[in-house]
């Protein structure tokens, strides 16, 4: 297997297996531990096989004298604040917003960091070697106490508070359900847990941020002040305002960027998005006065220019957030109190607050399953694409590229109508599909 977008992923003892964990883990410990680091944190969600490769990824590591320390079902960012602590490796077993049947290993550099483009190929390149530290046997133990982590995320407030917001908090069924709902309660806000009820089969299950109607129809139900919905593995997050309309990565991310320059806290004026950002995200930002570096789809991405540029946000649509003054990676539950602190200070609804962020062009997304990834579909139909581009005029725009997860085609188009854009990339997916499956 090799490294996709967010770490390696596939179907759970079919395409990933714990044969090849234990080889990864092996793997890691040679790149990773070159400088010295000997510890490991290990997470992960609520899947059924989720088990089975912590455990294979425990042997991998305490085989080559790395030592373990296991945090069971643990949230992506909480491992990666914990490796952070520790100045550790970690690893986390999550397939994120996948079906259950799916599962993955995400791994982060000592200080719990998102791995570099070529520090994934050399892992790789082990993998093939097959080779292994010498180092003895590890320790393992379990350490499941998320203390620090909550925390630091309530830190975050300076001590403020989210009293008087009710909230539905949907988990998922996922990494952070026992978490989140303690974490969310600490700030005096009003919680409204569901879709917390994990069996090994449920996650993201008609619930959490791939499926927002659900909680959209609970803040309804309860006539809750905002929703919440973060993915299995809880690095993102989508709202809801009390309409139940849904408040995208986007619209986040413009709300954040706006309040962080008028506090004087916007590193550089500047928010760092990906290329399935908004056209009208853009130009709000022009309009408000803040400059936007652009990168490829990935949450790492985004990491790496934070850190080139010394930003402090940025994130994606899909509602990976990152804030770095304040953590390594996406972290949705840092987002949800970043936002519900806007809503609080601000004194007005989520609803209004969202429209006057940004306003939306029309965007449609397709996605056409293939056989297998076709990671240069981009040049293989660079022709058919500028011509859409040339139909589409200046207010629009064509994204057509290979999922890192999924042996996807994703098809973006933006345009000044709804009909135009979805035309538009119903033909551009019809050709797709035609010639690659």
């Known amino acids: 297997m090799k490294f996709g977008t967010d770490g390696v992923r596939g179907v759970a003892h079919e395409e990933l297996t714990t044969e090849f964990a234990v080889r990864l883990a092996r793997a890691a410990s040679v790149v990773l531990g070159a400088d010295g680091c000997s510890t490991v944190v290990i997470g992960g969600d609520t899947r059924v096989s989720t088990a089975a490769f912590d455990a294979a990824l425990s042997d991998g590591f305490s085989s080559c ?26 690893a986390v077993v999550s397939a994120s917003h996948n079906p259950w049947r799916d599962n993955g290993i995400k791994l982060f550099a000592p200080g719990g960091t998102k791995l570099a483009d070529d520090v994934e190929s050399r892992i790789e390149a082990a993998i093939e070697a097959d080779v292994a530290l010498m180092g003895g046997v590890g320790s393992v133990v379990v350490d499941r106490s998320f203390d620090a982590y909550d925390a630091h995320v309530r830190s975050t407030l300076d001590g403020r508070d989210l009293r008087g917001l009710r909230v539905v908090l949907d988990v998922a069924n996922g990494a952070a359900v026992d978490i989140a709902p303690e974490l969310l309660r600490s700030t005096g806000a009003e919680v409204i847990v569901v879709a917390a009820e994990p069996d090994g089969r449920n996650i993201n299950d008609g619930c ?3 499926h927002p ?32 309309n849904v408040v995208d990565g986007d619209h986040i991310i413009a709300i954040c960027a706006v309040d962080l320059r008028d506090r004087g806290r916007l590193a550089n004026d500047t928010v760092v998005v990906t290329v399935m950002t908004n ?100 040049d293989r139909m660079a022709a058919e694409v500028a011509e859409a581009e040339d139909e589409l005029g200046p207010t629009g725009r064509v994204l057509l590229r290979a999922s890192g997860t999924e042996p996807l085609i994703r098809v973006m188009v933006e345009a000044a109508t709804a009909d135009l854009a979805q035309a538009t990339a119903d033909r551009l997916a019809g050709i797709a599909r035609s010639r690659f499956t």
């Open 279 to 378: 056209l009208g995200f853009k130009l709000a930002m022009v309009e408000a006065g803040i400059d936007v570096v652009t990168t490829g789809v990935g949450d790492r991405y985004v990491l790496e220019a934070l850190n080139d540029g010394g930003h402090s946000l940025g994130g994606e649509q899909s509602g990976h957030v990152i804030f770095s003054d304040h953590a390594t990676t996406g972290d949705g539950l840092l987002t949800a109190i970043a936002l519900l602190d806007i809503v609080k200070r601000s004194q007005r609804s989520l609803a209004d607050i969202a429209a006057g962020a940004m306003t939306s062009l029309p965007q449609v997304l397709v996605n056409v399953r293939v056989a297998e990834r076709v990671p240069d579909v981009a």
């Open 213 to 244: 109607e659900f909680v959209a129809s609970k803040v309804l139900e309860h006539g809750a002040d905002v929703g919440i919905a973060l993915d299995g593995d809880a690095d993102r997050l989508i709202a809801v305002d009390h309409l139940g």
């Open 65 to 90: 004298g790395i030592d373990v320390v296991r945090m069971g079902v643990a949230s992506t960012p909480a491992v990666a604040f914990e490796a952070q602590q520790r100045g550790a490796m970690g």
């Open 208 to 210: 959490g941020a791939t």
